[in-house]
């Protein structure tokens, strides 16, 4: 079985910053609600986030996909829409989302 790395063809790279005062709550929803939902979905191989030590914004997730593609299937749709209540609440806080997606143009090795 190929390790995760060299399966995903795809990266979801997510830039978030969001109000200081809400800074706790926005982590605990990311941690709880947001990653696991993403990890359970088809395609999705792993997920990191990171806290910048310099410059904005503050967060960065990259999740490694199958393939770009897995953004377009109908699990992931579902997810997109931020339908519940804790969801909704922290995206009111949100500063930055920027949002962009590659496809691995590596040249296999010989």
Known sequence: MPDRESSAKGLLLVMMEVQPEFEEEFNRWYNEEH???RLGC?????????RAVDGQPKYLALY???????LHSEAYLKLRNPDTPWTLRVFEHLTTNIRNVYEDITPPRA
Do not use: N
Request: proline share 11%.
């Open 42 to 50: 088809p395609g999705f191989l792993s997920a990191r986030r990171f």
């Open 64 to 70: 490694d996909l199958e393939s770009a593609d897995v």
């Open 35 to 37: 990653l696991p939902e």
